[in-house]
């Protein structure tokens, strides 16, 4: 085989975003050094897969048959490499192969075969392979047709969520309370949807969201990348979703429980490369139901590969072309094999940017269709200090955990606010515990789990140590200590001044204070992302930053 | 402190004292509870690897002995408001209720690094004279020397059935086989594993020499994982040297590295051993690669096993050690990782199955 | 060191990505070791074998000064990380950090109305009338020195958030404080809103030489977003006598701000006259569209540019870059100050088009405006501008469906346009059908449309129809008043959430009638690997 045919996602838009520039430009890395001539096409300029440097050759032209067909048609490649286009490559892969066009010019699909992705993504086939494996699949209908919904909209249990197949990021769902909502977005569903069809399922509102990164290769071998959790429990979109890596909340059991479930449906599918199975886990119970199987690389993947250093895309490509876990090498370490799973030694947070700034009219609450156009990842030793990195680096007006809106709210609101997923709930919920309202209490009203609670509380409880010790103007308690704690835990310097309300404060207090902050300002060394919490030598250069004693970055620096 | 001097601060947690031992990493991301209460850890002071440990609490069904094992732990931050609805009690109050010693906030990815690249090594966690604890950390006997398994073995014979641990005179009826195991620093999950499959395990002390195992009658033969270095347990080895050939033998871990002496092969120990969930283990018979939950700190010398009857079946990926072995003349097999997990991956459940079939090859 | 873009939001998006790496890469290819600050996990740039080192950090001056602490750089690089890197320049000039390329002090002089006024003035380059006010009645004031219509809009503000064209007093009444709510504590702009042809340019300059790779001509006309509205290269209206001045201004601009790497002038040209809308002192997102189209490095020529290397060293002039379209690479096209110039035939259009994701946010008003709404972007090349405007329609989703009518329900201003469109569609064979007022516009110039009636006026109406799937395609304009503003509003929106495009400027749509004939027959559109468009 000698030209491969790599085809993009094409423009940004919700739910598929620059994460395909990141997979698609790996990927044709990866082909070319495997020794295959890679073509490409995309009509998104403003990547870096559309170098020239990054393909042998590029097309820029609109990502439909017609054009497709026309690039098959000159530069006859040997094979197509369909899932690293996000749904758009799939979807344009699919209809080729459908319509006969891959057939006609000799193309083999490679990687997991489309009989595997449409048993993904088709939701009546998934469950009837999911009950072949005994593995839980929640109570469900499929629709096909208005006359089929109507039937179904009294016996379906409600709150019930609305699926369509075959959409983007989730396109056109929703929850529905009731039968009238049920008919309307199930309507709209069916619509959208390029099969015609969904899905309507038991809501699961209210347990932990939780997504395995797993990867196959043709020989069988099975890893897991990255196991995640979602701060947000079942209900809202995984990309709308603040998620934490690795789990925090799940022992060594359930663990292994809903990752043995993993590595047994990505077997089951028989998918070549990347892959990401959510699942919705009881909070009180050993109950799980698998939501859904992606059977492609996938923003969650990108996600999956910045938080431990694995590349996925870069892996996947490779196991398309035929080769195995075992022969691949880990390029982090340089010294181990792609065939392992990374241990982290850090807490990862992301939280996706949402763009209500942008359209303040827009609706703001969050379900199953994801509204976000882009995230923040951030790293460090303490969830606190993970988090806090990931709210500041929003940038949005926000730059921790107090938020006007919520501060001047009144109780009744705010329990609503704590109870409905938005954009901005995480600030909600800093202010139900500001109030003193308690991990219960919050917990019973937004169903996060009180581990993350926990952890907020402790956040705020400084916070507000900090407000009241500027209140005082440094009568209480001790500022030094204070400082310094506010620091380990993740408040930087300009969010210090700003709690102590010293910034542009120059009275005597201000002026103690501000001079308090720099002499306790503690300078963050360099830990490494190695893919192997140390166990091995590694020589990649990537980094976070963090309070501790030992700085990696700096004896790489000398070391090279 | 470590052996070299090498000091890092941190707050205690769990029991007030001191402790030394030898300092190994895990790194596991979940597992803690198994870890503390796996016998194979004896002597050893723990460092966990994950920064944020204690997340899930402690609860009261995933012990995987009747004590917590290691010498000591070092954790980066210890939770002490956990979450997770099986979870009795928190990291802490487990310690300081069984005694043990531990330290977090501390720089621990310093600390595996420096055992990375300079090996295992003693250390002591204590909060007295740093100039003083070293002389008590260099006083104690180091690891390498030190007789675990008698220590961490069951003293009297007991019985593992359906209902988990019973006496040994309960009848054995309802089983498919009864297996004989050499409790080296067992854990419960081994057992639990072979009771799923109607196998009824006899839990024997280390030292029970040949005659009185076979006397049990079993079916098979189970050498079990545990601590220390194989090479000084030759009563041991003598007395699997002799169930040889009499039934299936089946060792994991530990049982690896007794049944590869018992057949002649050599022993060696690993800078700073293999201690997590994610070791990828190559099967050389059919080319698959597992994900395999380790903790050893010895390893089975390939070239030492020339002659002996026995042939390598898997290795490790990441270093190329040995990872099982099999002796097909006496039928006898071994693996050096976890098929019970508990921690780590369930990917290698399938060797109890195995076992179980080729005891009902007799 | 480079710092990235953050998280991609509208208006900063995967373009600043792809700056940044390039940045990297072109410092490594200089002999620099490059490190990279970025935390957004989807991107290239966060990619741990971009860079010789990545630190996943959030861009707040206080993290990024950490990092300085610890890395120590020759210095920073600002420019390519869009409006978060360079909101950080003044914070690390103050900390005493070196900041590579064009200044601080420019970029404040840039970003800074009054500062940038003055300079115009100075120049002799004009711009449309208006000023940075305080006040809403300094506001009154200066709208009545320059009469209506207004734009006005926050200062320092990104991708045109709360900004809007004031045809009125009452509507700069209620507007004015949400402009200033929309950066509290910076001064409001109002400016005499011209209605022309608007251009945009991304020029390169060590502070001498300034090369300006290629103009961009926008379709929509000023009033909607530069990142909402297409854009072609090379221009297809702009005489040769507009674009020799632009070339001139933009070298001007660049020489006066001692812009050292990568600046963005935006244009509208109203009576052949082009006057300065915007300048943005950093790389701009159509950087890797023109980088692409027109084969000019144009990242590294700025990193060298940054780091002290002449352009003329690297072989070039200032004025218009002469290759591209232009089909003489290693030629200037326009010389600064050449006057009036007739240009060659391009070789190839290059067409910019906007893609938008109102599908997943519901209640959000599709029409475009000055404020930005497109999450990202393709490219339409061909040979000619035809199958071009062809394929950036297609490639961003604006295509008939297979069967029905074509919708046309246009504002007043619109309804003479309206005509023409409408002549091209039945000449095509379409169905027309329209609302009231445009019904009978097209009536009295005899083309043939089914009235459909306003939701308002009863029913089967417009509604009724695209619900029933007989629309294939939509092109609706936004008036001024609010009442139809409603109606029209939900109109988009439905259409949005059935499927259909809908097409809310009468220019987007005047492109969209010059293409029918490859709509038509789609094989008129060649299909090439991009460079071959160029040689």
Redesign the interface.
């Known amino acids: 085989m000698e030209t491969i045919l790599v085809i993009g996602s094409g423009p940004i838009v919700i739910g598929q975003a620059a994460e395909f520039d990141y997979a698609g430009t790996q990927a044709c890395k990866a082909l070319r050094e495997e020794g295959y001539r890679v073509a490409l096409i995309n009509s998104n300029p403003a990547t870096i897969m559309t170098d020239r440097e990054t393909a042998d050759v590029v097309y820029i032209e609109p990502l439909n048959v017609d054009f497709c067909e026309r690039v098959i048609a000159r530069e006859r490649p040997d094979g197509l490499l369909p899932t690293l286009g996000g749904q758009t490559g799939l979807n344009l892969a699919t209809q080729l192969a459908n319509g006969g066009v891959l057939d006609k010019y000799g193309v083999r699909l490679l990687g997991t075969p489309l009989s595997a992705i449409q048993q993904a993504e088709d939701r009546e086939q998934f469950r009837r392979l999911m009950r072949e494996i005994k593995e839980p699949v929640p109570e469900s209908w499929i629709i096909e047709s208005p006359d089929q919904l109507e039937a179904i909209l009294d016996t379906v249990p409600y709150p019930c969520i609305i699926r369509p197949a075959y959409t983007l990021g989730g396109t056109g769902g929703g929850i529905a309370e009731d039968r009238e909502t049920l008919w309307e977005t199930g309507l709209k569903g069916l619509q959208l949807s390029m099969r015609s069809q969904i899905m309507i399922e038991r809501s699961l509102l209210g347990w932990k969201e939780v997504e395995y990164e797993v990867m196959r290769d043709s020989k069988g071998n099975c890893i897991t990348i990255c196991n995640m959790e979602n701060f947000d429990p079942m209900g809202v979109h995984t990309g709308d979703s603040i998620v934490v890596a690795p789990s925090q909340t799940l022992s060594d059991i359930e663990y292994h429980m809903l990752r043995t479930a993993s590595l047994k449906i990505i077997r089951a599918l028989g998918i070549e490369g990347g892959c990401n199975v959510q699942l919705a886990v009881n909070p009180n119970g050993f109950d799980y139901y698998v939501i859904e199987v992606n059977p492609r690389v996938s923003r969650s993947s990108a996600l999956a590969s910045k938080a431990t250093g694995y590349p996925i895309a870069r892996v996947s490509a490779k196991i398309a072309v035929g080769r195995t876990l075992d022969e691949i090498e880990n390029q982090v370490t340089g010294t181990t094999k792609a065939c392992f799973e990374p241990a982290l030694d850090y807490c990862v947070v992301k939280i996706p940017r949402w763009p209500f700034d942008k359209f303040p009219n827009a609706d703001r609450s969050l379900f199953t269709q994801m509204k976000a156009t882009g995230e923040v990842m951030a790293i460090d030793r303490s969830f606190e200090a993970a988090l806090m990195k990931a709210v500041r680096g929003l940038e949005i007006r926000q730059k921790d955990l107090k938020h006007p809106k919520y501060e001047s709210m009144d109780d009744d609101g705010l329990r609503r606010a704590i109870a409905k997923p938005t954009d901005e709930r995480l600030w909600a919920v800093a202010e139900g515990l500001r109030r003193g309202w308690g991990v219960e209490e919050v917990n019973r009203l937004s169903k996060v789990d009180k581990w993350f609670l926990q952890k907020i509380s402790h956040l705020v409880g400084i916070e507000r140590r900090l407000v009241e010790a500027g209140k005082l103007r440094g009568e209480g308690e001790d500022l030094s200590s204070l400082i310094a704690e506010a620091f380990l835990i993740g408040y930087p310097s300009a969010s210090i001044r700003r709690l102590l309300g010293v910034e542009s404060d120059d009275s005597p207090f201000g002026q103690v204070a501000k001079a308090e902050i720099e002499r306790q300002k503690i300078m963050p060394v360099f830990k490494m992302v190695d893919t192997c919490a140390g166990e091995f030598e590694s020589q990649t250069p990537y980094f976070y930053g963090t309070f501790e004693t030992e700085d990696d970055a700096l004896e790489l620096r000398k070391a090279t | 402190m470590l052996s070299d001097g090498a000091v890092y601060a941190g707050r205690p947690l769990g029991a007030a004292g001191e402790t030394t031992g030898e300092v190994v990493f895990n790194t596991g991301m979940t597992g803690y509870q198994e870890i503390l209460t796996d016998p194979s850890y004896a002597g050893q002071i723990v460092l966990l690897t994950y920064p944020l440990i204690g997340n899930y609490g402690i609860n009261d069904d995933d012990f995987e002995s009747d004590r917590l094992q290691p010498a000591g732990l070092i954790v980066r931050e210890a939770c002490d408001l956990p979450s997770n609805w099986r979870s009795t009690r928190t990291l802490h109050q487990l310690l300081a209720e069984r005694g043990m010693v531990g330290i977090q906030g501390l720089d621990t990815r310093a600390i595996t690094k420096r055992i990375r690249s300079g090996g295992v090594t003693m250390g002591i966690i204590t909060h007295g004279d740093p100039d003083e604890a070293l002389l008590r950390l260099r006083g104690t006997q180091v690891y390498g020397e030190s007789d675990f398994v008698y220590s961490v073995t069951t003293k009297a014979p007991y019985a593992w059935g359906y209902a988990g641990k019973e006496g040994i005179e309960e009848s054995s009826e309802g089983y498919r086989f009864r297996l004989a195991v050499l409790d080296c620093g067992l854990k419960h999950n081994i057992l639990r594993r072979f009771a799923a499959l109607n196998v009824r395990s006899i839990v024997l002390p280390a030292a029970t020499p040949a005659e009185e195992v076979l006397a049990w009658n079993p079916d098979g033969i189970l050498l079990s994982p545990g601590p220390g270095d194989p090479s000084r347990l030759e009563p041991v080895i003598e007395a699997v040297r002799h169930l040889l050939g009499q039934k299936p033998v089946f060792g994991i871990c530990l049982g690896n590295q007794l049944l590869c002496h018992a057949l002649g092969g050599r022993t060696f120990k690993l800078k700073f051993g293999h201690r997590g969930s994610n070791h990828p283990v190559k099967d050389l018979e059919d080319g698959t690669v597992t994900i395999t939950s380790q903790n050893h700190g010895y390893a089975v010398d390939p070239d030492s096993l020339a002659g002996t009857g026995a042939v390598i079946t898997q290795l490790n990926l990441n270093d190329g050690t040995v990872e099982g072995i099999r002796a097909a003349g006496v039928r006898a097999s071994s693996i050096q990782y976890h098929p019970e997990a508990a921690p780590g991956p369930w990917d290698s459940r399938k060797y109890f199955l195995q076992f179980v079939e080729q005891m009902a090859g007799g | 060191m480079v710092l990235g873009s ?6 900063q ?3 600043f ?2 700056s940044c ?1 390039h940045g990297v890469w072109a410092l490594q290819e200089l002999g620099y070791r490059a ?1 990279i600050v970025n ?6 740039s ?4 971009t ?13 990024v000064l ?2 300085v ?2 890395e120590n750089p020759i210095g920073v690089v600002v420019q390519f990380g869009g409006q ?1 890197a360079i909101n950080l320049a003044q914070g690390l000039a103050d900390a005493g950090v070196p900041v590579l390329g064009t200044s601080p002090e420019a970029i404040a002089r840039a970003e800074d109305r009054d500062l940038f006024d003055r300079m115009l003035v100075e120049l002799g380059i004009p711009k449309p009338a208006g000023r940075a006010v305080r006040s809403f009645a300094e506001a009154e004031t200066v709208t009545q020195e320059i009469g209506y219509p207004v734009l006005v809009r926050p200062s320092y503000v990104l ?1 045109g ?1 709360a900004m809007e064209i004031v045809y009125d007093h009452d509507r700069l009444e209620e507007f004015y404080s949400e402009a200033e709510d929309a950066n509290p504590g910076q001064p409001v702009l109002v400016d005499k809103y011209l209605l022309g042809q608007e251009a945009e340019v991304d020029v390169i300059s060590d502070g001498e030489t300034t090369l300006i790779p290629g103009i961009m001509e926008h379709i929509e006309r000023a009033g909607v977003h530069s990142g909402d509205s297409m854009a072609v290269y090379p221009p297809v209206s702009l005489s040769g006598a507009v674009q020799a001045e632009i070339v001139e201004a933009s070298c001007r601009i660049a020489r006066a701000l001692g812009v050292k790497g990568l600046m963005n002038i935006q244009f509208v040209v109203v009576d052949e006259r082009p006057y300065v809308l915007e300048v943005n002192p950093r790389a701009s ?1 159509t950087v ?2 023109l980088s ?2 027109t084969d000019v490095p144009m990242v590294q020529l700025a990193v060298g540019a940054m780091m002290g290397r002449s352009l003329a060293d690297a072989g070039y002039e200032s004025g218009l870059w002469g290759g591209g379209a232009l089909g003489k690479p290693g030629t200037i096209a326009i010389e600064p100050g050449s006057g009036p110039v007739s240009l060659q035939a391009p070789r190839f259009y290059a067409v ?1 088009a906007p ?3 109102f ?7 599709p029409s475009l405006g000055p ?3 497109s ?7 061909d040979r000619a501008y035809e199958t071009a405007l062809y ?1 950036a329609l ?3 989703g604006i295509s008939f469906k297979p069967s029905g009518f074509v919708v046309l329900t246009v504002n007043d201003r619109d309804k003479h346009a309206a005509v023409s469109i409408a002549k091209e569609l039945v000449a095509k064979g379409y169905l027309i059908a329209s609302t009231r007022g445009t019904h009978d516009t097209l009536e009295a110039a005899h083309i043939r449309s089914t009235r459909v009636l306003k939701i308002e006026e009863g029913s089967p109406n417009l509604l009724d129809l695209i619900i029933a799937g007989e629309v294939a395609l939509m092109i609706n304009t936004p008036g001024e008043e609010l009442r139809e503003e409603v109606e029209a509003a939900r109109i988009r929106r439905v259409c949005i ?3 259909i495009a809908c097409v809310t400027s009468i220019d987007t749509a005047a492109a969209l009638a010059h293409a029918l004939d490859v709509f038509e027959h ?1 094989e008129k559109a060649t ?5 071959e468009y160029l040689r």
């Open positions: 953050g998280p991609i939001r509208i208006g998006g995967i373009e990505d792809y790496v490190v935390n957004n996990p989807e991107t290239v966060t990619d741990f074998d860079g010789d080192g990545l630190y996943f950090e959030p861009l707040t001056l206080d993290d950490d990092i602490a610890h978060t991708g958030r997102r890797p569209y692409k189209i910019k893609v938008f994701s599908q997943k946010l519901t209640k959000v008003e404020e930005m709404k999450t990202g972007e393709i490219l339409g090349i394929k297609v490639a961003s959430e059935m499927e789609p299909c090439l690997p991009y460079h």
